[in-house]
């Protein structure tokens, strides 16, 4: 009986070793600069943040969706997404009063407090 268990699990580790394999990404995407933090809103883009600009990849491709340079060096902790919506809000906290609204979807900003006054 002790000879059979052991036959059964050198079987299923046989298996598992051969099941897992590495795999090559089916899409990539080189940024330009170092990230700082990257965060999957939940339309399936991926948001990330460089030194040089806030950056969204559009699900499945390599494309990107939108790349704001004067949205450089964002926080994590300054972002809002509004939950059922493509939108996500920039917020900086302490006293800067700038705020930005994205739409993560058109890759378009929607508001800028700058620019609006």
Known sequence: MRTINQFVLLIMGVLLVTSV??????????????????????????????GEALIGIRPNSNDV??????????????????????YLIIKPKGLIRHTSVVDVIKGKLVFDSKRED
């Not at 080189?30 to 990230?35: D, L, R």
């Not at 450089?72 to 919506?85: A, D, H, I, S, W």
């Open 21 to 50: 394999q590495a795999q090559s990404p089916d899409h990539q995407y080189n940024f330009s600069g170092q990230v700082k933090w990257m965060m999957l809103h939940e339309s399936g883009t991926l948001i990330a943040s460089t």
């Open 65 to 86: 969706s939108f790349m704001f340079d004067r949205l450089k060096r964002v926080k994590e902790e300054n972002l809002e997404p509004v939950l059922g919506t493509p």
